[in-house]
């Protein structure tokens, strides 16, 4: 604790450290007390202020509030209302600080290059940012088209070495022949066509991150090699004789199920425990339906402004269609079909009839099911909209739905901060 008694004291004070809590009396020798909390109010110092003032100047008092204060006091005051104030303000410089965190953390609507805020996809942001405290190896799962090149982006710009390189391979496209000098590079001379010395894929990544795509791709051959540099981390270039070693960090992706490919003996298991320090599983699109809207105004406007088209707003009738339909082909299939849409056509509102022909007999088909209360094969479908059941009497509701709509209200009270919600809750 720092006591100053004069006004000026105070204001050089804040210019070099910023306390938790700061006791400020309206009556200073030298300036006035209000002055201090303008210009901390003016200077948006994250500051919780209380103010002293006389039983007199209740005007005074309440200009302190509009100025930001926290509470504050009127002289004298007790012991026990110092201490409750007190502890009030450093609860909520606290509060204040994991909120500023949580909203710096996250922008639950475009992260690092994802745009979704649904559950699953706040799960996947928070593996991301705990993979990001550390250099170890992540191993992202999926379908296609979920994003899985996104992730690993994200988890290199998430991290401390974001401003090291981020070197992308196609495990697939890489001949067995060729493996070796686009890994780790050759010298000079060391095969037909060797004109210049050549560095591979883990030195171009050094202290970055190596993005190794369709890993399961890759022939069993080569996963022993590659074994054997994660577990040494040295290198030799094609026709070299001397190691080299380099800090690297591995991401890859498949999608592929790994453990499956460890049983049918296409992937080495101790390869797999090797590189899944951090599993990430991203979500099928039409596991986080709430983002398919989303999704679609975003790809909406980013193509109606390249394509300089006048498009502002998806139908109620195609956004429906949207959310009933299993997108088999994720985020891609939702992205080119839009493209197409708007390469197209211009109007201000994207209609159905105006995807393509293809996209648009599905669309029609689900829609025409969703309508008439059958599913595509003809099955009636009941749909249970989790409503309070009658039981003697008494209107019951499901415990489930309960929940669901407590967590939702959370939710939306915290403006969509999901991790906020879920501290409160």
Same mark, same amino acid.
């Given at each position: ?16 450290? $910023? ?42 008092? !309440?200009?302190?509030?509009? $100025? ?109 022949? +060729? ?42 051959? +080569?996963?022993?090699?590659? +074994? ?16 080299? !070693? ?25 390869l797999y425990y090797r590189l899944n320090v951090f599993p990430i599983e991203m979500p099928a699109l039409c596991d986080r339906e709430e983002d398919i809207l989303v999704l679609s105004s975003y790809f909406l406007e980013k193509f109606s ?38 390469? +197209? ?81």
């Amino acid at each position: 604790m720092v006591i100053f008694k004069e006004g000026l004291q105070v204001i050089d004070a804040l210019k070099q450290e $910023l306390p938790d809590v700061m006791i400020l009396d309206i009556e200073l020798p030298d300036v006035i007390g209000l002055e201090i909390l303008e210009l901390i109010y003016q200077e948006s110092l994250p500051v919780t202020t209380i103010v002293l003032t006389s039983h007199n100047s209740y005007s005074n008092a !309440n200009k302190a509030v509009e $100025l930001g204060a926290f509470d504050f006091l009127e002289k004298p005051c007790s012991k026990q209302r110092f201490r409750v104030t007190v502890k009030n303000a450093i609860e909520h410089g606290k509060l204040l600080e994991k909120v500023e965190t949580y909203s710096n953390e996250f922008d639950l609507h475009k992260y690092h290059g994802f745009i979704g805020r649904s559950l699953k996809m706040q799960i996947v942001y928070g593996i991301i940012e705990s993979a990001a405290k550390c250099y170890a190896s992540v191993f992202i799962t999926g379908e296609s088209g979920t994003g899985k090149e996104v992730c690993a982006h994200a988890n290199h710009n998430s991290s401390n070495k974001k401003d090291k390189p981020f070197v992308a391979l196609n495990c697939a496209a890489i001949p067995k022949d +060729l493996f070796e000098s686009e890994f780790f590079g050759h010298i000079k001379g060391a095969f037909s066509g060797a004109v210049n010395d050549r560095i591979g894929a883990f030195e171009m990544a050094a202290d970055g991150t190596l993005f190794l795509d369709e890993i399961c791709e890759l022939d069993l051959s +080569l996963q022993a090699k590659l +074994l054997r540099f994660l577990q040494s981390g040295t290198y030799q270039r094609v026709g070299d004789k001397n190691e080299s !070693n380099v800090c690297t960090r591995i991401v890859c992706a498949t999608n592929r199920d790994p453990e499956k490919e460890i049983e049918e003996g296409r992937f080495r298991e101790d390869l797999y425990y090797r590189l899944n320090v951090f599993p990430i599983e991203m979500p099928a699109l039409c596991d986080r339906e709430e983002d398919i809207l989303v999704l679609s105004s975003y790809f909406l406007e980013k193509f109606s402004n390249q394509l300089g088209k006048g498009f502002k707003e998806i139908s109620p009738e195609l956004e429906k269609a949207f959310m009933g339909y299993e997108w088999a082909g994720n985020i891609r299939e939702l992205e080119s079909t839009l493209e197409n849409a708007i390469i +197209l056509n211009d109007s201000k509102v994207l209609e159905l009839e105006m995807l393509p022909v293809s996209i648009r007999k599905k669309l029609t088909k689900k829609l025409n099911s969703v309508n008439s209360g059958k599913d595509g094969a003809g099955n009636v479908i009941v749909e249970n909209k989790g409503s309070s059941k009658d039981v003697m009497g008494m209107q019951v509701k499901p415990f489930w739905l309960a929940e669901k709509q407590i967590i939702k209200s959370a939710i939306e009270n915290c403006d969509g901060n999901v991790h906020l919600a879920g501290d409160l809750l």
